[in-house]
């Protein structure tokens, strides 16, 4: 199993471009989530999703926006970037039945 | 309002040198307490759930505990592949997704 993957690694856009951040896994998760990671803060909730066709907002969902159409895969999309969306975002996945996540290795965004 | 809190921020230790962190947290119902591992530039790997005051794990040379208030990760014996930073996480019983993450702590053990 490659488990939660994430792509791009890197990415450099500059204010106003859009771009979609790609997650995949393939554990059978149901849940899936998005979190941004920023210095001196804990990882914070962007959207999450319970299963296909299921997205909720967290605690940061302002800028983004995202679709679950498969249970695999979980993008997210950034409309018209800003320079205070510069961050590392992870994707996350879990069961229905567990509590425990299981991240991707991240995406180092930079909106100049 | 929810909070988790770890500390020390950053920590040194000497190989061998074994120390605990804390995190300490406020919540108005836990579901589940959780230590992940976080290597520079890599995404968090999860260590270790805890559910219930007076339980523990271990893995290694590492050991959660929880308490009511807080859990402590010791590290015993640490060597210098142990350095990164540990977070810490609570799942709260206020709807489906409600998981807060402390500001990690990080560690370096030196050779």
């Known amino acids: 199993n490659a488990g939660v993957t994430q792509t791009p690694k890197f990415q450099v856009l500059k204010t106003g471009q859009s771009m979609t951040l790609q997650c995949a896994q393939d554990?059978?998760?149901?849940?899936m989530s998005w979190y941004r990671q920023d210095p001196g803060m804990g990882l914070r909730l962007i959207h999450y999703?319970?299963?296909?066709?299921?997205?909720d907002q967290g605690e940061v969902p302002n800028g983004y926006n995202v679709s679950r159409s498969t249970t695999e895969d979980f993008p997210l999309r950034l409309l018209s970037a800003a320079p205070s969306q510069t961050s590392v975002y992870f994707c996350?996945?879990?069961?229905?039945?567990?509590?425990?996540?299981?991240f991707g290795p991240g995406t180092r965004l930079t909106v100049l | 309002e929810d909070q988790v809190t770890q500390s020390p921020e950053a920590l040194r230790l000497q190989e061998g040198e074994s120390s605990s962190l804390n995190c300490s947290y406020t919540v108005s119902g836990l579901r589940g307490l959780f230590w992940y591992r976080q290597d520079p530039g890599k995404g968090p790997e999860f260590l270790f759930t805890?559910?219930?005051a007076g339980e523990e794990k271990e893995k290694e040379r590492l050991k959660a505990t929880l308490t009511k208030k807080e859990s402590f990760l010791h590290i015993t014996a640490p060597k210098p592949e142990d350095s990164a930073t540990y977070l810490c996480a609570v799942l709260t019983t206020s709807g489906t997704y409600k998981y807060i993450f402390g500001t990690g702590t990080r560690l370096k053990v030196l050779a």
């Open positions: 805890l559910y219930s």
């Open positions: 999703s319970v299963g296909a066709g299921i997205t």
């Open positions: 554990m059978n998760h149901e849940y």
């Open positions: 996350a996945s879990k069961t229905a039945g567990g509590n425990e996540q299981f």
